[in-house]
């Protein structure tokens, strides 16, 4: 049978194991609270029989101050316990997070595609943050009234063997009932938790997209849609109150039966001579001081579902394992340029995910030498984007095998495999943070140095000279202050820095204007130097430098070949959209030819025309 | 970039004089009371549930007192009842039973309110707070990232009903102090004033507190709203992440920010435990100086032992209550953050709408929605749906707030009919001229005028049917293709089906297993980037604007497909009757050569403007940005 107890343990033994001294700390400063505690009813017993007895008042005034004194240095034990319990709440929780989002950034993009980044914050903060009581709180509370509760049996079956009974059925008791009650809300804190993710992860991707929303006079749609989440929300979370406001009642029904027993029992100990009026009233006291470490354990048991629910959801994700395995025995990857080869490789996006919306490979072979540069050509969703997430291995190929240096990548580690291959994208995406992190990927081994010296050959000198406080300035999310020209730059940057032995350029220039796509191009030229080069392009005019051409149709490999052979074959499909301009193609009402086709014709005719 | 601005906003914010965007904050109990008003009857059935809740729990006490004053007689006494116990004891468990039955069943009335109360006013917020952000300068809605941003509708939201159960409870407990003060001071004077004592000493405590409370609290907040804000930077980077093998690198600047938020928590935390234990040892000194006092009146026989076990089970129940007193206390200092932290999302909107009342419909279905152009917009009826026939832009200006950049004086007319491009370098400021012109952005200086008329306020006013815009990367959400395109429009018959076609996707609809109901992923990611940029026109074209404001449109098509694309949009006047007006900004020669007027953009400045040929004869940018490369390079493709 599932044992309820086993992903706590795990969890307490991976993320407190680490802090075992802190814990043990804990553990003495709550013995010692506990055992002062327990002493105040004693020296409220010395007292009243003192004070019956007629003792003077001195000595009560000692009793008094002796209780007082006690008070407060409980207090200074709780302080303490605070601190230290927050602190190890708050370091196991934030392991947790990391641990999470390093699992996160593992799992493949079908994973990906299927959560919004609001979702993973519910999931890696909310979740966890739902679990820091359970670290921080639980042990101490839990421990702690366990250990009140001991003591006072403990000491109640030293006053008379009938006040230890009744106390200890009655705790039995309760225990029980409460054991039985377990588990009862669970199933609804998980549905609150989930309608909670969902509610934050709607607003999340909206708040992404204001620009969108605004200009297209969806305002009203969008707040009509928010309904939806924020209704269930409610709903969840006002069941799972009440469904847990049903287990409240059982130890408190039970208490009021365990207080009248006491009153019983007091009365026939006293009545037949065998305790003082001082200790009856130390009994009644021991006897409300048992309620609270029942109710605080109860109240415990709660938060303790409530993070049950978290757990589940924590350890889904953490099962969510990625359907990528590197393998036991990983070749390396060789040093210096690559070669790539794609062989026989076919590839459809399937599972889960239901992809019915992205290309397909079929059957797509070809080999690229080391520091060879290679063009891909092809419409939108022609799969030239799938060749690029192949060769990172963001996914795996459903048949044929993707070789990078001769290796499989699927013998080889995912990490190895990234570390050789550099990207530029069409989007790129920055961090609030400053623009170093931002440029090194928030590696701190690389100087500012080489990062200057990237920027200038980018011709992001000035731009950087613009910058209030240089490469510590703060860029903004999504790159607010950055034109998207210049995160791309900031993009090429980025791989500058990685110096790696492929390079993959995927529609990376797409966004910037003829005038800087130019200022860059000597930095690519350099960047493509004594590495294997992968220039992905729906444009003619980007695929110049290129040795071999690969054009794709409908995710099958078309054409493949020397550029200057293809283009010097008038029956090519290169010649033919060399001919035509792929840009441009059959313009109509306009004599000029495409961008592709830029003869010498047309420059030698804007020349003339030019001052 | 917004962020520092913002940033300084929300210091004013938070030390409560001027509030977001000059307006004033009100105090929170202002919200408080608006939010009581939205539940007024859960919140009264809850106020009176807690309160007759706690006067019952106050028995106990009663009942200790009668037990200990009758226990010295019953040892003499020969009366005895059933078991040998006598009647009044018997009676007196069974009040204890009953008492307790009652408590567990107002128990449940308040979880029965509590929940109800709290969500629904945390989700009136949420509402009204998305609403304020989709109201701003859609280019400069959020202060921060969509990340950070979160934690204020989910910390600062929850947070506010949530301190009015709090209140609840309070009250309770005031109710339980008279009820108690009556019957201590009947019994002893004296003894009762010292027991009240310390609840003035927590005020002013609390008081003194006040400052350092608010201030460690924000800081626990930003700490928190930093490691939001960077998962959720993270999570929307993945891939580029996985691809940079960036991963060990990224969780080490996650790790130092999480450190950063332990400091700030714990600091937090232990301040609040430092305060209740003020708390307890206040009422511990109390309970001292009542031992020292019974000593005295036990000895005289003026005080007896059911009097004594009474003050000492009221002084645990003070103790409590005392404490609960001290939390709600510093629980509305700390409101004020929150309350702050919430008006900086709503910009210059007054702070006061984050509590305007207004249907949530959770137990009915909310109603359809109004068709565009009626109550989706605030401008008068005249102004609606005319006709364009020319906009001019005269004289606008708009710096970025921090790095001063942005663009100076631009001045351009468009006609019906035409297409105008605005073209220049990276930087050069034509994203920047799109949305000072939309209302995006709030513009410095600068007039534009619909039909000669001018547009008050742009926000609202260039929305659909007169405007529709694809920004330089468009946003999908995780719903469907066909809901993507919609967003809520309810179209004509043949009208997606046109659109589809307008935006070059009817192909790869078709291709699609589920066509339109196909889920597009977060952020349309299952979509290639053509298709994103291809579904983001159709959205446009949907509408049926007067005017189509495209940014980069092109950028991820392919040369056929964009040709394809321009085609269609000037080809549509053959099949509606009606012609396009087109404000673009691309550098792709297909736009550029079909423009009807192409501005050039150089440093935010109109560097030139006119026809194609024209500007590739007179202007030098012109070349520049038309040839990229020196002649004589591009052959190297033959």
Avoid at chain 2, 257 to 285: G, I, K, P, Y
Avoid at chain 2, 386 to 410: A, F, K, N, Q, W
């Amino acid at each position: 049978m599932y044992s309820p107890l086993g992903p706590y343990r795990d969890l307490l033994h991976a993320y407190l194991g680490p802090q075992v001294g802190l814990v043990s700390l804990l553990a003495v400063l709550l013995g010692a609270s506990t055992a002062l505690q327990l002493t105040g009813p004693q020296v409220l017993r010395a007292f009243i029989d003192a004070a019956t007895a007629g003792a003077a008042t001195a000595h009560l005034h000692r009793v008094a101050a002796l209780f007082v004194g006690l008070a407060l240095l409980q207090q200074a034990m709780a302080v303490l316990a605070t601190y230290y319990s927050e602190r190890v709440g708050w370091s196991a929780t934030n392991a947790l997070r990391e641990d999470l989002t390093r699992h996160c950034l593992r799992l493949d993009l079908a994973f990906h595609k299927a959560r919004t980044p609001g979702e993973l914050i519910e999931r890696i903060d909310g979740d966890v943050t739902a679990l820091a009581n359970f670290f921080s709180q639980f042990i101490v509370q839990v421990l702690g009234n366990v250990l009140l509760l001991a003591g006072v049996t403990v000491l109640l079956w030293g006053v008379d063997w009938r006040a230890g009974l009744s106390l200890t059925v009655f705790a039995a008791v309760s225990f029980a009932a409460m054991n039985r009650m377990r588990g009862i809300t669970v199933p609804h804190w998980r549905r609150a938790r989930q309608a909670s993710a969902d509610l934050f992860g709607f607003i999340e991707e909206r708040l992404g997209g204001t620009e969108d929303i605004r200009a297209n006079g969806a305002t009203a749609y969008v707040i009509r849609q928010l309904y939806v989440p924020l209704r269930a929300r409610i709903l969840t979370n006002c069941r799972a109150r009440v469904v847990g406001a049903l287990q409240w009642g059982t130890p408190d029904l039970l208490s009021s039966f365990q207080l009248a027993t006491s009153l019983a029992v007091i009365l026939l100990l006293y009545r037949g001579g065998a305790i003082t009026i001082g200790t009856a009233f130390m009994i009644n006291y021991y006897t409300w001081l048992s309620f609270r470490p029942l109710r605080m354990i109860t109240q415990q048991m709660e938060d303790f579902q409530k993070a049950g629910a978290g757990i589940v959801r924590i350890q889904e994700l953490l099962t969510t394992s990625s359907v990528l395995h590197d393998p036991d025995n990983p070749r390396p990857i060789p040093n210096g340029p690559l070669a790539v080869a794609f062989d026989h490789v076919s590839f459809h996006y399937g599972g889960e995910s239901q992809e019915t919306a992205g290309p397909v490979l079929h059957d797509v072979s070809f080999a690229l030498a080391p520091s060879a540069v290679l063009g891909l050509i092809g419409r939108t969703g022609s799969g030239k984007t799938t060749v690029s997430r192949l060769l990172f291995r963001l996914y795996d190929p459903s048949a044929g095998a993707v070789r990078l240096g001769g290796v499989d990548l699927r013998q080889a580690r995912r990490e190895d495999v990234r570390r050789r291959i550099g990207m530029v994208t069409q989007d790129v995406q920055l961090f609030r943070a400053s623009v170093r992190d931002n440029v090194t990927f928030f590696d701190e081994a690389i100087g500012d140095g080489p990062i200057l010296a990237a920027l200038e050959d980018l011709g992001l000198g000035e731009w950087y000279r613009s910058l209030p406080k240089g490469l510590d300035t703060l860029l903004g999310p999504d790159g607010m202050g950055v034109s998207a020209g210049e995160a791309q730059l900031l993009a090429f940057t980025r791989v500058f820095l990685k110096d790696p032995g492929v390079v993959v350029l995927d529609e990376a220039s797409s966004r910037l204007d003829p005038a800087t796509e130019r200022l860059i191009e000597r930095a690519v030229d350099r960047l493509l130097v004594g590495r294997t080069g992968i220039i992905i392009a729906h444009r003619l005019a980007t695929i110049r430098r290129v040795d071999e051409v690969m054009i794709l149709e409908g995710g099958r490999l078309v054409e493949y070949g020397p550029r200057e052979v293809l283009a010097g074959d008038p029956g090519s499909r290169l010649a033919a959209l060399l001919r035509v301009g792929l840009e441009g193609a059959g313009d109509p009402g306009d004599g000029d030819p495409g961008d592709g086709d830029l003869g010498a014709a047309q420059h030698s005719r804007l020349l003339v025309r030019s001052p | 970039m917004a962020v520092t601005e913002v940033a300084v906003t929300e210091q004013e914010t938070t030390s409560r004089t001027p509030g977001a965007g000059g307006q004033a904050l009100p105090k929170p109990s202002w919200f408080l009371w608006r939010l009581i008003r939205f539940r007024p009857w859960m919140w009264t059935i809850n106020l009176l549930a807690i309160t007759l809740l706690i006067v019952i729990a106050m028995s106990p006490g009663l009942i200790a007192r009668e037990f200990f004053d009758r226990l010295p007689t019953a040892a003499t006494s020969a009366a005895t009842g059933p078991l040998g116990l006598p009647d009044w004891l018997w009676w007196l468990c069974l009040f204890t039973v009953l008492s307790t039955v009652g408590r567990i069943a107002l128990g449940f009335c308040l979880q029965l309110t509590n929940g109800p109360f709290m969500f629904e006013g945390a989700a009136l917020m949420q509402k009204n707070l998305l609403a304020g952000v989709l109201q701003l300068p859609g280019a400069r809605a959020l202060p921060s990232s969509p990340g950070e941003a979160i934690s204020r509708f989910r910390e600062d939201a929850d947070e506010t009903p949530g301190f009015m159960m709090g209140f609840n409870d309070m009250c309770g407990g005031a109710a339980f102090a008279v009820i108690a003060m009556v019957i201590m001071l009947r019994i002893d004077a004296g003894v009762t004033l010292l027991v009240f004592l310390p609840l003035v000493a927590v005020v002013a405590v609390v008081n003194r507190a006040r400052d350092a409370l608010e201030r460690y609290r924000r800081a626990s907040r930003e700490a928190t709203g930093a490691v939001t804000g960077f998962i959720g930077e993270v999570m929307g980077a993945v891939q580029a992440i996985q691809v940079a093998n960036a991963s060990e690198q990224v969780i080490r600047h996650f790790r130092t920010l999480n450190e950063q938020r332990l400091r700030t928590a714990v600091r937090d935390r232990l301040f609040d435990q430092l305060l209740a234990s003020v708390f307890w040892n206040t009422v511990n000194l109390g309970t001292g100086a009542i031992l020292f006092l019974a000593a005295q009146s036990m000895r005289a026989g003026t005080f007896s032992f059911g009097d004594f076990a009474l003050f000492s089970f009221f002084l645990g129940f003070a103790t409590e209550l005392t404490t609960q007193l001290g939390r709600v206390l510093s629980h509305y200092r700390r409101l004020g953050v929150s309350f702050g932290r919430m008006a900086t999302l709503l910009g210059d909107a007054p702070p006061q709408t984050i509590v305007a009342h207004g249907p949530l419909y959770v137990r009915t279905e909310p109603p359809p929605l109004a068709p565009p152009g009626q109550g989706e917009t605030a401008v008068a009826p005249e102004e609606r749906l005319e006709r364009l026939e020319r906009l001019d832009v005269e004289g606008l200006t708009y710096r970025h707030p921090t790095s001063g950049r942005g663009i100076t004086e631009i001045s351009f007319s468009l006609e019906r009919g035409t297409l105008t491009v605005i073209t220049g370098r990276v930087g050069s400021g034509k994203t920047t001229l799109l949305q000072a012109l939309l209302g995006l952005l709030p513009p410095d200086s600068g007039t534009v005028r619909w039909n000669g008329r001018p547009v008050t306020n742009a926000a609202t006013f260039f929305v659909p049917p007169r405007s529709a815009y694809t920004p330089q990367v468009p946003r999908l959400f995780s719903e469907t293709l066909g809901a993507n395109i919609l967003l809520g429009l309810a179209p004509a018959g043949g009208d997606t089906t046109a659109a589809l076609r307008l935006a070059v996707l009817e192909g790869d609809v078709a291709s699609m297993a589920e066509g339109l109901d196909t889920p597009v992923g977060a952020k349309g990611v299952r979509l290639s980037g053509g298709q994103i940029q291809r579904v983001a026109a159709a959205r446009m074209f949907v509408r049926r604007p007067e005017l189509l404001v495209f940014d980069d449109l092109s950028s991820a098509l392919d040369g056929e497909t964009e040709r394809l694309l321009w085609q269609r949009i000037f080809e549509r006047d053959a099949l509606t009757g009606r012609t396009a007006t087109v404000l673009a900004v691309s550098h792709r020669r297909a736009a550029l050569r079909r423009a009807d007027e192409v501005i050039v953009l150089q440093e935010g400045r109109v560097a030139a403007r006119g026809r194609l040929d024209d500007l590739l004869a007179t202007s030098a940018e012109m070349q520049r940005l038309w040839h990229g490369e020196p002649a004589g390079e591009d052959a190297a493709l033959r």
